[in-house]
């Protein structure tokens, strides 16, 4: 290390330098190249669609270098012969990687494919974090996985194994065995999976003991998306058996995501089975209300006069019980308003209702339902807030004054739809019709660097929401038309299109789009309907940052009426090989 500053300081140092900075100083000379080489090789990420992997420099390289790698990302299948080639070049003591994260993306198509990952899992004795993410592999494959990752794996802090479109089936003892055997360090727990029965009866065993298993206290996040197996009855005892004894040991829980994909519709499993919600109230204590559809009554009988009923139905089941375990709406899920508005009663009522601990889902299907003051408020206050959607309609407007005003408390948000407007945006000479906007329009007020300082701030309160996999931030109703502000009569007639933002955020890397960086758990991003500034500086960006990313969707928008101009990314960004979706 540099000899005139302790490890301690040259690693905090380390921490707000950019790649980039770091490469560029470890040719200084022979001391800062000994000092910074570790910090250069930490994260080991692997995005391109192929690799070449039979030079032989680079295997010298990689053995060289190999031991200082900690953090491992890879986005496809391809690209698992290059962390066998990292197994069998890197010689450690006992035959160990010090990795400290592994992060798959990608389709395993060959079992080969499952034997290097486990071999690597094997071989990973400290990893805190395992993410295994669109990988759908046949059940038997599966099943190999989870029976190393268990005793392997002693330190693992973050666990997510998803797959899209399916659910690979593993027998009830394998899945109890895994819960219960998995590291008792684990924070974060995110598992898709089904359970497959012989001959499809789906009854409880008798009881029977784990050998080894383990309590996790220190359990935050639990998320199972379970393949259910009929259409309609009460939740199979089976389920029961699997989860009851793993559910006991985890007293630290704050957030239980609950979905089970049946056959139709959505069911949940901690409230479907009494003895499920039996424990998950004791640990939470939480009692937990089903989702509350809003409205749920004849549409001449919810704006009455004389009286709230959604004020009166929400606010009905939040009693505390005689227990003293405190009552919650898991999900607010709100229609249309009919006609007439709600009171602000039910508004008020919405708000403390979405605003209690324990509350996950908020559904807005209609602007008239909240205003911006109501959602900040939820932001702000609802600390296990997991998902704001807003259906197929206009997604809220926040000002970007306000959204930065105060630090939002929803840390474990995965799921986002918002507008954020209210930015000055110089750089922006015309507007959606192609018209020059004139001098003096808000648009205009202040300079770029100014707005680049607020678009930062903005940013930066979006990027502390790690665990965000889904946020969008453009439009979603492409109905909307062309609207005319000003009188027809004075020559001030300007046009503007709701559906195209043009006082949103830029998301160059400038105006803060790196600040979003600690979104690794993001798969999906929406930039629909913004005039963005974003380009292949920041696809590249975005690629060897957002290691999950799987869709980034309104980088290459065509104008809606034949006037219309084009507008956000560089056209040439189609051009861009980068290892996720451009739409």
């Known amino acids: 290390m540099h000899p005139l500053l302790p490890p301690e300081l040259v690693r905090e140092i380390a921490s707000y330098l950019r790649k980039r900075d770091i490469f560029h100083v470890v040719f200084v000379n022979k001391l800062w190249n000994t000092t910074w080489t570790p910090f250069l090789w930490a994260s080991f990420i692997v995005v391109a669609r192929t690799y070449e992997i039979t030079d032989k420099k680079y295997h010298q390289t990689l053995a060289r270098h190999g031991g200082h790698i900690r953090n491992v990302y890879l986005r496809d299948e391809a690209n698992l012969k290059v962390l066998q080639v990292l197994c069998k070049t890197v010689v ?189 109230r004791r640990n939470l204590g939480i009692n937990y209300q089903r989702c509350i559809q809003i409205p749920s009554g004849q549409p001449e009988q919810l704006f009455s006069d004389s009286e709230d009923p959604i004020t009166k139905e929400l606010s009905s089941a939040l009693d505390a019980d005689s227990d003293g375990t405190k009552r919650v709406w898991q999900a607010i899920n709100m229609g249309h308003i009919i006609s007439g508005g709600i009171t602000e009663f039910d508004r008020k009522a919405i708000v403390h209702a ?108 979006l990027g502390s929401l790690v665990c965000l996999e889904e946020l969008r931030l453009g439009y979603s109703k492409i109905r909307d038309m062309v609207t005319v502000e000003g009188d027809e009569d004075s020559q001030v007639v300007r046009k503007y299109n709701p559906f195209l933002q043009l006082n949103c955020l830029e998301l160059t890397l400038e105006s803060g789009l790196d600040e979003l960086s600690e979104l690794k758990s993001l798969e999906s991003f929406s930039v629909w309907g913004m005039d963005h500034r974003i380009g292949s500086r920041e696809l590249y960006w975005m690629q060897r940052n957002w290691y999950s990313v799987r869709d980034v969707y309104g980088l290459l928008p065509l104008p809606y009426q034949e006037s219309m101009r084009h507008f956000g990314s560089d056209p040439s960004v189609k051009f861009c090989d980068v290892a996720f979706r451009i739409m």
């Open 92 to 280: 450690l003591p006992a035959s160990s990687l010090n990795l400290s994260s592994l992060c798959v993306s990608s389709r395993l198509h060959l079992e080969t494919d499952v034997n290097r990952l486990v071999e690597i899992i094997r071989r990973s004795p400290q990893l805190r974090e395992l993410e295994l993410i669109n990988t759908p592999v046949p059940s038997a494959w599966f099943e190999r996985l989870l029976d190393i990752i268990a005793p392997s794996l002693a330190r693992l802090k973050k666990l997510r194994l998803m797959h899209e479109h399916v659910h690979p089936k593993v027998t009830p003892l394998v899945m109890k065995t895994f819960l219960e055997t998995c590291s008792s360090e684990l924070e974060t727990l995110v598992v898709k999976f089904g359970l497959s029965c012989p001959f499809g009866l789906y009854i409880a065993p008798p009881p029977i003991d784990i050998p080894g298993a383990k309590l996790h206290p220190k359990l935050k996040v639990l998320e199972f998306q379970i393949g259910y197996p009929s259409h309609s009855g009460p939740m199979e005892p089976v389920f029961s058996w699997v989860l009851n004894s793993f559910l006991e040991g985890c007293t630290g829980l704050e957030i239980v995501d609950e979905r089970i994909q049946a056959f139709e519709g959505n069911r949940l499993w901690t409230t479907d089975d009494a003895s499920i919600a039996s424990i998950l």
């Open 354 to 461: 979405a605003t209690q601990r324990g509350f996950q889902r908020l559904v807005t299907n209609d602007e008239g339902w909240l205003s911006s003051e109501d959602l900040l408020s939820i932001f702000r206050q609802c600390p296990t807030l997991r998902v704001h959607d807003c259906g197929y309609e206009r997604y809220p407007t926040l000002s970007a004054a306000d959204v930065i005003l105060q630090p939002w408390s929803c840390k474990w948000l995965k799921s986002l739809h918002l507008i954020i407007a209210g930015i000055p945006r110089p750089d922006i000479k015309t507007d959606c019709m192609d018209k020059p906007i004139p001098i003096g329009d808000p648009m205009h007020s202040g300079t770029m660097e100014e707005s680049r300082v607020l678009q930062r701030k903005v940013c930066a309160q």
